[in-house]
């Protein structure tokens, strides 16, 4: 009897970074394991978990490092950031500071790994949509400004209500494998931007 063929399997390494409290672990269980975690527990150094897909038969494991977001744990940033295929820098939409704090995230991370895709990703949401209109645009505005300084995607997310958790890894495939993203981009203010 024929052996069955293994499928191949890759090895995507991807690194959370972001300020405390965006969304970090939360938006990382709700895609490894589609739940939500209510019991926050701040991340105290790094948190790891993997989860396997199939496309075009292979297997691609995800090994996503989610980093705590206080400056104690900078110390710490390089087993998140080497060897990344990708990076998730991270701001809560509805905190303004935390999208600030990106600028030196990133700073930090180019110093590390001046390989990996970029993609800005704003979390919660569920929670900007209850902004005053007014906020909602500036905010929408220099998320803009920065992902294109970053040369990056701009992806609203929630966790919470499932908004472009599935549609985030999958535009971080696209870059990753050169294949064509056929997601539909999402680019009006107020919509939960999709851009890439």
């Not at 993997?50 to 995800?62: C, D, Q």
């Not at 060897?83 to 500071?97: E, G, I, P, T």
């Not at 609203?156 to 539909?184: G, P, W, Y």
Request: with cysteine; net charge positive; hydrophobic share 45%.
């Amino acid at each position: 009897m024929a052996a069955l063929a293994e499928k191949p399997n890759v090895m995507v390494k991807v690194g959370m970074v972001g300020d405390s409290q965006v969304g970090k672990t939360t938006m990382m269980v709700k895609y490894v394991e589609n739940r939500l975690d209510d019991e926050y527990i701040q991340t105290l150094g790094v948190n790891f978990m993997e989860k396997s897909i199939t496309l075009r038969n292979t297997e691609i494991t995800f090994s996503i490092w989610d980093l705590g977001g206080h400056r104690e744990f900078l110390s710490m940033l390089p087993l998140v950031c080497n060897d990344a295929a990708a990076v998730l820098f991270m701001f809560d939409l509805s905190r303004k500071s935390t999208l600030t704090s990106i600028k030196e995230w990133y700073r930090q991370v180019r110093g590390l790994n001046r390989s990996a895709f970029a993609l800005l990703v704003g979390t919660k949401y569920d929670v900007f949509v209850t902004l005053p209109p007014e906020e909602q645009a500036e905010i929408d505005r220099n998320a803009r400004k920065f992902a294109k300084a970053m040369k990056a995607p701009c992806i609203f997310t929630s966790a919470h209500e499932s908004i472009n958790v599935q549609k985030m890894f999958k535009v971080i495939l696209s870059r990753v494998f050169d294949l064509k993203c056929t997601l539909e981009k999402l680019v009006e203010v107020g919509e939960p931007l999709l851009i890439f």
